[in-house]
């Protein structure tokens, strides 16, 4: 089994929501960015909820689009051993330092959790005191098919709130 490490995080002192996922996938590894399988629904995803055609953009962009909506990016887990890309063969896994990255982003007001590994490995490094809005999402991976695209945007739209300035709530 091979041990894989996460990216630095993509974030700034303006990121308002941080998605988290567990820990980049293969095809993401040899490609050096997030999310790069091709059949990962992130970008649309997140598209959707920015009101943005992200998938048709550059990697680079992708990310600019990201940081104008205050949205960051990182994995929960920092390093583990892995065969494959599946959350479930993730083993001896060491966490990322979550707690002090929310504490480190002053205007983070939302956590949202890339599928129940990030959700349960991340949770418990945060704590029960982050003073930001846990939300928990479906996955992105093309591994978890058991829902549509359709039903997986709409669950990701409960981000939107968190994009919005204070001013206009």
């Known amino acids: 089994m091979t041990r894989k490490a ?4 993509v974030v700034d002192g ?18 050096g960015r997030y999310y790069a399988h091709p059949r990962n629904r992130l970008w649309h995803l997140v598209g959707a909820v920015v009101g943005e055609d992200l998938p048709e953009l550059s990697y680079d962009e992708r990310l600019a689009v990201l940081r ?3 949205i960051g990016l990182w994995d929960v887990v920092k390093s583990g051993q892995r065969t494959g890309s599946l959350d479930s063969a993730l083993r001896d896994v060491e966490g ?3 707690a002090d990255l929310v504490d480190a982003l002053p205007a983070l007001r939302a956590i949202g959790f890339n599928g129940a590994t ?5 949770s418990r490094l945060i704590g029960p005191d982050a ?5 928990p999402l479906p996955s992105s991976s093309p591994a978890h098919a058991a ?4 039903e997986k945007t709409s669950a990701w739209l409960a981000l939107r ?3 919005r300035r204070a001013s206009l709530q």
């Open 68 to 70: 104008r909506h205050g």
């Open 14 to 31: 303006y990121t308002r929501v941080l998605i988290l996922g567990s820990l980049p996938g293969e095809a993401s590894l040899q490609a």
């Open 118 to 122: 990030a959700m349960r490995i991340g």
């Open 131 to 135: 003073g930001v809005a846990l939300v």
């Open 147 to 150: 829902m549509s695209l359709a």
């Open 96 to 98: 990322n330092a979550l």
């Open 161 to 163: 709130p968190y994009l």
């Open 6 to 9: 996460s990216f630095a995080p």
